[in-house]
């Protein structure tokens, strides 16, 4: 079969030789409680979302997506790439956003 390996093993990672603190206990386990792990989920969801906006953000503000957008709809107004490229922003946020409308 394959030998490839994918990952450590367990028994030959690095441990830390002391022992937790009581404080670092507690927070062990309050982050780690069952009802916590839905709290734990949406901070990442959230986070997720954040990040694509970013990103959406970031592609948007560079001169390539005003050169792609005067290609296909010629404008000499500035003004007007502005205000298509913020409508389109805030199209995708909204949909990145309410996307659970669009799941079932």
């Given at each position: 079969?394959?030998n ?29 409680k ?71």
């Amino acid at each position: 079969m394959n030998n490839i390996k994918y990952a450590d093993n367990i028994d030959n990672l690095p441990m830390a030789e002391y022992q937790p603190s009581h404080q670092e206990m507690q927070i062990m386990d309050t982050l780690f409680k069952p009802e916590n792990k839905k709290a734990i989920n949406n901070i990442m969801d959230e986070f997720r979302d954040y990040a694509f906006i970013a990103i959406i953000f970031a592609l948007f503000s560079s001169p390539f997506i005003d050169t792609y957008i005067t290609k296909y709809i010629p404008s000499n107004n500035p003004y007007f790439v502005l205000a298509l490229k913020t409508f389109a922003f805030i199209i995708i946020t909204w949909l990145v956003q309410n996307r659970s409308l669009f799941t079932s």
